[in-house]
């Protein structure tokens, strides 16, 4: 995920998991200009876009396997929390749900969750930097 954004509550990242990942990367390359950046999942790759013009990925194709297997084949927003737990909680409170349970990616988590209309989106929170 990209670094650009960093402030609580901006949009982080945003994703598209689906079973056909290749397939659906090359139609918005054809349809977009995008360009691909394969991110090495172990035994697949998952797919880091990027525009024409630079080297910023600006969001990511995926395959429904591994830890995206229970991820809704939707465009899914990342949006930045201070807090994730917190988030959580505050997700339970005012009437929405956690789709998944928190995952960790490297040094940071998230959760996909759905808000009291049925909206899915995922909360994320970076991983505090021990440098």
Same mark, same amino acid.
């Given at each position: =995920? ?6 609580? $509550? ?19 390359? /054809?349809?977009? $200009?995008? *360009? ?5 999942? $172990? ?6 876009? =990027? @525009?024409?013009?630079?080297?910023? !990925?600006? !969001? +990511?194709?995926?395959?429904?396997? %591994? @830890? #995206?297997?229970? &991820?809704?084949?939707?465009?899914? @927003? ?5 807090? &994730? ?6 997700? *339970? /409170? #005012? +009437? +929405? ?8 990616? %490297? ?10 209309? %049925?909206?899915?989106? !995922?909360?994320?929170?970076? $991983?505090?930097?021990?440098?």
């Amino acid at each position: =995920m990209t670094d650009a954004k960093n402030e609580s $509550g901006q949009l982080a990242w945003i994703d598209l998991t689906v079973n056909n990942a290749v397939e659906i990367k090359n139609f918005y390359q /054809q349809v977009i $200009g995008w *360009r691909e950046h394969q991110v090495d999942m $172990g035994e697949y790759s998952d797919f880091a876009m =990027m @525009p024409s013009e630079t080297d910023d !990925a600006v !969001a +990511g194709i995926c395959h429904a396997k %591994g @830890p #995206n297997q229970d &991820l809704p084949a939707v465009w899914l @927003p990342y949006f930045l929390v201070e807090d &994730l737990d917190a988030a959580v909680e505050q997700t *339970r /409170q #005012n +009437g +929405g749900k956690c789709l998944t349970e928190v995952k960790a990616m %490297g040094a940071d988590k998230f959760v996909v969750i759905q808000d009291p209309a %049925g909206a899915s989106c !995922a909360l994320y929170q970076k $991983g505090q930097s021990t440098g």
